[in-house]
T-cell receptor
Framework: KQEVTQIPAALSVPEGENLVLNCSFT??????LQWFRQDPGKGLTSLLL?????REQTSGRLNASLDKSSGRSTLYIAASQPGDSATYLC????????????FGKGTMLLVSP | DTGVSQDPRHKITKRGQNVTFRCDPI?????LYWYRQTLGQGPEFLTY????????KSRLLSDRFSAERPKGSFSTLEIQRTEQGDSAMYLC?????????????FGSGTRLTVV
């Protein structure tokens, strides 16, 4: 059974800092990995999607890397802003005909001014 | 089409009552998913439709839960005889044909509170 773990569970940083969120998964036979952002009481917003054949994806101040063989992904946020405060969720899609995502519990990020 | 729509946004119900939620996916997406998220947890899979066919159901989906997608477009999720443990955010997502290579698009969710 695929398990996804996110570390740290919570992170508080001052504005302007660069930061890294970690995601690990137990079954490396993934089809892709997706990072989502969730604001309190809201739905999920997709940030970055990395296919299993890719090493990284970038969007603005966000960069996500994937090391499939070691079962790890990182989300790097450069020059953090208070508006980045949210919960960040990592999810993997298995390459086994399954179409369902397996999520981690998320990292709750607080960026203070 | 601006994304995945869910209705209602919030629902408060008394224990024992039935509730129904609706999800309208992105029009060209033939795959539709329901997930449940409790406080402090990541979303957990409930059920999956490809067009009108319900292809997969999680063991989390007890007999009190039923989902439909009658015409392969919108979907409904009904919970009968609600219990306090059903309180959660119910999330709907859709994806285009294929193996999900283009990723999922989630709706804003329906927050259910059972009192």
């Amino acid at each position: 059974k695929q398990e996804v773990t996110q570390i740290p569970a919570a992170l508080s940083v001052p504005e302007g800092e660069n930061l890294v969120l970690n995601c690990s998964f137990t079954d490396s036979a993934i089809y892709n990995l997706q990072w989502f952002r969730q604001d309190p009481g809201k739905g999920l917003t997709s940030l970055l999607l990395i296919q299993s054949s890719q090493r990284e994806q970038t969007s603005g101040r966000l960069n996500a890397s994937l090391d499939k063989s070691s079962g790890r992904s990182t989300l790097y946020i450069a020059a953090s802003q208070p508006g980045d405060s949210a919960t960040y969720l990592c999810a993997v899609l298995l390459n086994s005909g399954y179409s369902t995502l397996t999520f981690g519990k998320g990292t709750m990020l607080l960026v203070s001014p | 089409d601006t994304g995945v729509s869910q209705d209602p946004r919030h629902k408060i119900t008394k224990r024992g009552q039935n509730v129904t939620f609706r999800c309208d996916p992105i029009s060209e997406h033939n795959r539709l998913y329901w997930y449940r998220q409790t406080l402090g947890q990541g979303p957990e899979f409930l059920t999956y439709f490809q067009n009108e066919a319900q292809l997969e159901k999680s063991r989390l989906l007890s007999d009190r839960f039923s989902a439909e997608r009658p015409k392969g477009s919108f979907s409904t999720l009904e919970i009968q005889r609600t219990e306090q443990g059903d309180s959660a955010m119910y999330l709907c997502a859709s994806s285009p044909p294929g193996q999900g290579a283009d990723g999922y698009t989630f709706g804003s969710g329906t927050r259910l509170t059972v009192v």
